[in-house]
């Protein structure tokens, strides 16, 4: 039996089965978890069979960018479950030329606005949607963050901004909603080829970087991500939250890298 059995996850953000939501989606599932399943409109026909890859049937559209879907995308999962345990949030976005050149270049003012409320502002629309769930529940709400929140990455601009933001909502929702019994924490994950990662202009040189700096000397990948979710979603990390887990192989220990053993003093 798995640490989540008799648990129900709702994963909000799944797109491919490259992306880091299905890395947690496979691990919850592995657990024992029950799963549900929202998405944007176009990305219907990939995610629902991948759903029933992991023996889910509750899938509906979602836009987090509007109250109004958000309202009824929790109506119609609430005509499947009375209540769920787990809220993944796994959805980040920008307007692709925001993520490219200088900083103070691309960043409009609505590219602005636009990341803050799609990564950042969604967690607490979700969150508030999500309480009559997880009601008199030992709940949990997981998150997806960058280390771009903390130091400045290039090419990843405005970006940056809205995980900063995202990574304060982390702490904000922990202390509002800790005396209900709900927890809410973060991973910040190291950068893995997702189709939202794509985007940033240089990810294969950033993946080089970190892969030749960190302590494992190699890109975690989207089971890292998923187990760690999974433990957090988990009983066993009842005492944790307002937390950044960071699962990107140490490299945001490093200070500096030095030449490997043998080579110049």
Do not use: C
Request: charged share 20%.
């Amino acid at each position: 039996m798995g640490f989540l059995a008799g648990k129900r996850a709702l994963i909000v953000g799944l797109a491919t089965d490259r992306s880091i939501a299905w890395g947690i989606a496979q691990a919850m599932r592995r657990e024992g978890a029950d799963l549900a399943f929202s998405y944007l409109e176009r990305m219907g026909d990939r995610v629902v069979p991948l759903a029933k890859q992991l023996d889910s049937e509750i899938t509906f559209p979602m836009d987090v960018g509007a109250d109004e879907e958000i309202a009824n995308g929790f109506r119609r999962l609430g005509e499947q479950w009375r209540h769920f345990d787990v809220l993944v949030h796994a959805v980040a976005f920008a307007p692709r030329e925001a993520l490219a050149g200088r900083f103070v270049d691309s960043t409009s003012r609505d590219a602005f606005r636009v990341a803050h409320e799609i990564s950042s502002y969604s967690l607490t629309a979700l969150a508030r949607a999500s309480l009559p769930f997880l009601e008199a529940r030992a709940g949990s709400i997981v998150t997806l963050s960058y280390l771009g929140a903390i130091r400045s990455i290039p090419s990843y601009n405005v970006m940056g901004l809205a995980k900063a933001s995202l990574e304060a909502n982390v702490r904000f929702l922990a202390a509002d909603l800790g005396p209900q019994g709900v927890r809410v924490n973060g991973i910040s994950a190291g950068p893995i080829k997702t189709l939202s990662a794509a985007g940033v202009a240089g990810l294969r040189k950033m993946m080089g970087a970190v892969a030749s700096v960190a302590p494992l000397r190699r890109n975690v990948t989207i089971d890292d991500v998923g187990n760690a979710a999974a433990f957090l979603a988990s009983d066993l990390a009842s005492g944790i939250t307002g937390e950044i887990l960071y699962v990107d192989g140490g490299y945001n220990t490093v200070g500096m890298s030095f030449p490997p053993l043998g080579g110049e003093g």
